[in-house]
């Protein structure tokens, strides 16, 4: 790839692990943007499949555009370390994800860049995905993301109001355009994460330092699949040993970070492990909280 003087504004990285299928559609819907100062770099989690070539072929072909990057003797390391890696190799001051099996919309990258450059005080821009069923026949449905739209939401309120610990939508990682700098100062992807629940660890960190602006545009298509992470979890039965996980590392974290919020949003980690540590007592104590909360609202 030619070295450029002057380094691209965004750096889009995408993941991938035996992901042929899908993955010339994702490649090829960065590439259409009508945004043209970015990056894309391919980082290959130890493909074993023709993905490894395809990507390399995109890389050969698009030298200007697109970089090849993979883990030493090509080995397999889960979605945190892949995503560490395109961060260490990105050169963009803004950084954006897509995976292996979404679809971006060709204003993506133009829109979100100029919602950041208009708000200096926000560290991240999403949107309203679109839950994309109709690749393959079903009904599609746009999720909109977070509590309130269009407005910058400081820290911590996402932290209470987003999945895991809220009820409202979190940010998809593909639809995610982030100042390099906040992505720094939250120290990255966490790699005990390898898969489920990988995104949601690093946007808890964020949330306790960041601000984000969730936009009513739809900017992404989703590609909701049998072999998709979410739904491999939900079909092996392994949601709660996974969410667990989550939990009990992000009060370790909450307890070892300095951050001013931290005390608060750990009692809501607290209470959303009370099912797991106690499951008979929750198990005797749910029905009633429920019948409180509708008495309630």
Known sequence: MTTDIHPPRVSVI???????PFFAEAID?????????FELILVDDGSRDSSTQLAKDYAERERRRVRYVEHPAHSNRGMSAARNLGLQ????ELIAFIDADDRWQISKLREQTAILDANPNVDAVCGSANYWWSWNGGQDKLQ???HVQDRPLGPPVCAFELYPLGQAVPPCPSDLMLRRSIIEKVAGFEEVFTGAFEDQAFLAKFY???TIYCADRNWIDYRVHDGG???RV????????FRRFFLEWYLDYLDRTPNPHAAAV???VLRALFRYRHPHISRVVRPFMRVARKLAA
Do not use: H, M, P, W
Request: glycine content about 10%; hydrophobic content about 20%.
């Open 144 to 146: 909109k993301t977070a």
């Open 234 to 241: 939900r079909r092996e039965g392994r949601y709660d040993e």
């Open 208 to 210: 306790l330092e960041g």
């Open 229 to 231: 992470c979410g739904e």
């Open 89 to 92: 190799t990105a050169r963009g």
């Open 14 to 20: 995408s993941i991938f692990y035996n992901a042929e």
């Open 29 to 37: 819907s960065v590439l259409r943007q009508d945004f043209n100062d």
């Open 266 to 268: 750990r009692k809501s």
